[in-house]
């Protein structure tokens, strides 16, 4: 497959409305944002515009919508704006919102999908991410959600639902992921509400801003609204939600996710164990252990680094470290019961952020990363033999030629260690 490029928008975007949870009045302006930037939510109507970068780890809440947060900072129902973007493949574009939701509008994708068609798209520099499924891979929650992800040439959703309704029964629905396909299938397809849930939905601070005209509603028999725009307009909003919550990962996937009574908390499961696959999956390297000494002075036994799967130039970097029974301190370091040392395993995290800072100087083959602190240091679970570590680091901050750097370890997909490093570029 060709690469893609990563987009913006061409200008800037302006919609108005009400959030259906909050029933507080917002607005919401799309802006383009530079190459790498990610999308960014932020809040205009708080002291200092906090924002809260839409990805996975930021993700606090998926009661009836998909919530992220900042510290105190929260984004409620994100998922509309998430799946127009994902539609056009919009990277990067700051999202600044003058109230705690996203807009309703008319309950459906298309206002935000048609508002970016209008407005345009622009490739950027940079390579945009692809997360390819490589082999079946597997999610379920609590509440019946379940979802299988299989390798495909190009990005399909399936979605079946079963509600016990005379309206809804069960529903199935394939849909190829493209702007396409995603205008003519889902875009203008609305989430829907039961009256019977309504008050209780109130008590908890949600539904207090929906209402006929932003939301399919049904009583006990029928749905109260007019009309439908497709007889099975449940099920394509269901598989609609799905894009813009897997669109939290930040680059289109590769393959064919089928969802099973789909929910948002089931679509951050599976977009979770997506993200595990694709740091196991033998990301292929971008830095191959010869380019790696080329940029770091450490040799046999003390280099720890295997490759480099992924890069974003001055914010963040994963790098792999195979784990075998040959390395030498194995033979003094719990010879019955080898387990890697702890140090070494921060040594190798440091490693890897060395090369991401290394990558950010100039003439780098004259410099040296020097780290003067580790803070929060926590390991997880022992690390073995036969195990392959995927080192995750972002820079939190760099001024000059110092930075302070945020790395996590993963094994099997689980967290196995982290750490927050200081570090210093300095000549040889």
């Not at 307009?233 to 996937?253: C, N, P, S, T």
Request: no cysteine; net charge negative; proline share 5%.
């Amino acid at each position: 497959m060709s690469r893609e490029q990563q987009r913006t928008l061409a200008r800037e975007i302006h919609l108005d409305g009400i959030g259906v949870h909050s029933g507080e009045a917002a607005s919401l302006t799309f802006r383009p944002a530079e190459p790498g930037a990610g999308i960014r939510f932020r809040r205009s109507d708080l002291p200092g515009e906090p924002e809260v970068p839409a990805i996975l780890d930021r993700v606090v809440n998926t009661d009836l919508g998909t919530t992220i947060g900042e510290g105190e900072t929260r984004v409620m129902t994100i998922e509309h704006v998430m799946a127009a973007l994902a539609a056009h493949q919009v990277h990067n574009a700051t999202l600044v919102l003058s109230g705690p939701e996203a807009p309703i509008r008319d309950g459906s994708f298309s206002d935000f999908f048609d508002a970016i068609a209008e407005a345009g798209v622009v490739e950027q520099e940079l390579e945009a991410p692809i997360i390819k499924v490589h082999s079946p891979i597997s999610a379920s929650v609590d509440g019946g959600a379940s979802y299988v992800a299989a390798p495909a040439a190009g990005y399909r959703v399936s979605a079946t639902i079963d509600f016990d309704h005379p309206a809804i029964r069960r529903q199935f629905g394939s849909y190829d992921i493209d702007a396409d396909g995603f205008r003519q299938e889902l875009a203008s397809a609305r989430t829907f509400g039961f009256v019977l849930e309504a008050e209780a939905l109130k008590a908890r601070g949600l539904a207090r801003g929906a209402n006929l005209e932003n939301t399919i509603v049904l009583d006990e028999d029928m749905v109260l609204n007019e009309d439908l725009r497709f007889p099975d307009e449940f099920v394509r909003h269901k598989a609609g939600d799905v894009v813009g919550d897997l669109w939290l990962l930040g680059g289109r996937i590769e393959g064919h996710v089928v969802a099973d009574r789909p929910s948002h908390k089931g679509n951050v499961e599976i977009a979770r164990a997506l993200a595990e696959h694709s740091r196991r999956a033998g990301g292929e390297a971008i830095v191959d252990v010869h380019k790696i000494m080329q940029y770091l002075p450490h040799r046999y036994p003390m280099l720890l680094v295997d490759r480099i799967i992924d890069y974003e130039a001055g914010k963040k970097i994963v790098g792999i470290k195979n784990v075998t029974i040959n390395e030498p301190f194995f033979q003094g370091h719990y010879p019955d019961h080898p387990i890697m040392p702890g140090v070494l395993i921060v040594e190798a995290m440091a490693q890897v952020g060395g090369l991401l800072l290394m990558e950010a100087v100039e003439k780098a083959e004259d410099k040296v990363v020097y780290f003067m602190s580790m803070d929060n240091v926590k390991w997880r679970r022992p690390i073995t033999p036969g195990d392959q570590i995927v080192f995750e680091l972002e820079i939190i901050q760099i001024r000059r030629h110092v930075a302070r750097m945020r790395g996590k370890g993963f094994v099997d997909g689980q967290l196995a260690a982290e750490a927050e490093l200081m570090a210093r570029i300095v000549d040889k």
